[in-house]
């Protein structure tokens, strides 16, 4: 396959081993050299990340663009901001988040000191997605780096030039025996999967979760797993609908709906449904004027398959905008379904693309009883000025995040965790939880000679008597 070409020809032109076990094995050298212990030399590789985001903006952007059509501004906005900011916070926070940390003690550890230590596990996995293959595949990395691990970085074969970029760039700006690329696709990455990793971070469906689990249980490897999901929208009459429709317009069309997040399906009542589509069809005008297909901040879909995949979802109720593709150019056009059953095909897979549609319920209880009936989601949106309503979805629904009257934004407040549960992840990241993730948090007790300190941790000495073991 090509992949499997450009694979080749990457790795010779950097002398890579193009073989999985004779890489990991390179990176486990490198890492059982000690270099990565170093805080200073871990800085010093954040510091070349940041330059290789920085003067290698226009490529990624145009690898960006190749890939999905992402406009310069997406691109920048969705992707290249995001990593450049978060190796920012990274740099400021190293020396914090790698000391050693104090933690309270009691009475009997005074003289001690009660501390954790984050040791890097060591040689990580990063599987990447190739929806934003430039940001799920690298900003993992700056927080496995600053945690002190090596890492080896597998980016989706599927967003071609944008893996191709960063199998380039990586080699060239980051110590090569400590970080590398491995290209390729299902063969490839379940070659990689064989090996002994210490960490895997891996974004992408739950089905293929599922088997990198498997992978990992082999050398009781801990993964953290960025999956999908159906994310649900609830909007009540009480919300703002001009501003609902454009919070969830823009969640649902951005990287034209190929975003893990992505709010996935509406439930309302009819009333709020007509009102919806009545208001959609003023803001999608306003945005991408009479054709989409023209317009600059519209993507398209990855690939052919996934294109036809979508269409064969368009069958579900009745389409209400949208709904033409153009296969020349793997365009599906922003389109909204009604009155879609909850056993629609659009109903029973992840859409990934889009349509929105909408599936109409009486209340607000209805609306929660039919989420609570469905895997958990990766996030839910609830649009609704009644803080009671508010209030019951946050306590009567599980998913990985809750955004209210929003969509997409609270992924990019680094202070929150990023992550799923039950069926949409395992594990988080961003910011500070990223560092975590790749770190182990290791117990530490440090006890001196003191006599008094002795004597107080004495009575655990047979023998033992009922006032030595009394509370
Ligand atoms: P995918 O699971 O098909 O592919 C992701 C990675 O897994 C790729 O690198 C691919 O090479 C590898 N892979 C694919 N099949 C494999 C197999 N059989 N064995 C081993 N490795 C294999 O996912 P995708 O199509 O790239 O992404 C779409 C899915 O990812 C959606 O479900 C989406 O919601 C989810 N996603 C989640 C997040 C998140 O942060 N939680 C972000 C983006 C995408």
């Known amino acids: 396959s090509d992949t499997s070409v450009n694979k080749h020809l990457l790795a010779d032109e950097n002398n890579m081993p193009t073989n999985a076990s004779e890489l990991v094995q390179r990176c486990r050298n490198a890492y059982e050299s000690g270099k990565t212990k170093s805080v200073a030399f871990r800085e010093k590789q954040l510091k070349q990340l940041l330059k290789m985001y920085k003067e290698n903006e226009l490529e990624f952007i145009a690898a960006l663009a190749s890939d999905l059509r992402k406009s310069k501004n997406e691109a920048f906005l969705s992707e290249m901001n995001i990593l450049v900011s978060d190796v920012v916070n990274t740099l400021h926070y190293l ?251 659009i109903m029973r897979e992840e859409i990934f693309g889009p349509i929105l549609p909408i599936v109409t319920v009486q209340k607000s209880f209805d609306a929660i009883g039919f989420i609570n009936s469905r895997p958990k989601p990766l996030s839910l949106y609830v649009f609704s000025s009644d803080k009671k309503v508010q209030e019951l979805f946050l306590t009567q629904t599980h998913s990985g995040a809750v955004c209210i009257n929003d969509t997409l934004m609270h992924y990019t407040i680094d202070t929150l965790p990023f992550g799923g549960v039950g069926a949409s992840g395992i594990g988080c990241y961003h910011g500070k939880y990223t560092f975590d993730t790749f770190s182990y948090r290791k117990s530490v007790l440090v006890k001196n000679f003191n006599p008094l300190g002795e004597m107080i941790g004495s009575a655990r000495y047979p023998p033992l008597t009922d006032k030595k073991t009394s509370l």
């Open 95 to 345: 020396k914090k988040w790698t000391s050693p940390e104090k933690v309270e003690k009691g009475l009997a550890n005074l003289l001690d000191d009660v501390l954790i230590y984050k040791d890097p596990y060591g040689v990580v996995l990063v599987v990447g997605a190739w929806n934003y293959p430039a940001q799920l595949c690298l900003l993992p990395v700056s927080g496995a780096i600053a945690a002190g691990n090596c890492v080896v970085i597998k980016p989706s074969e599927v967003s071609v030039a944008t893996a191709k970029l960063i199998g380039e760039l990586i080699p060239k700006y980051l110590d090569q025996e400590c970080y590398c690329v491995y290209q390729g696709g299902v063969t490839e990455t379940t070659e990689l999967l064989k090996q002994r990793f210490d960490y895997i971070f891996y974004t992408g469906s739950t089905a293929v979760g599922k088997i990198v689990r498997s992978a990992a249980n082999e050398h009781l490897t801990p993964v953290t797993l960025e999956l999908g999901g159906k994310s649900p929208v609830f909007i009540d009459k009480t919300a703002n609908l001009e501003i609902t429709v454009k919070r969830v317009l823009w969640g649902k069309f951005l990287n034209a709906g190929q975003t893990c997040i992505a709010p996935d399906y509406v439930l309302c009542s009819q009333e709020v449904q007509t009102q919806f589509v009545e208001k959609a069809k003023e803001i999608m005008s306003q945005w991408y004027g009479s054709d989409p297909k023209n317009a600059p901040d519209y993507c398209r879909i990855v690939s052919e398959k996934h294109l036809q995949r979508l269409k064969s979802l368009l069958n579900s109720g009745k389409v209400a905008i949208g709904g033409n593709d153009d296969p020349s150019e793997k365009y599906l056009a922003p389109t909204i379904l009604i009155d879609v059953s909850p056993n629609d095909p």
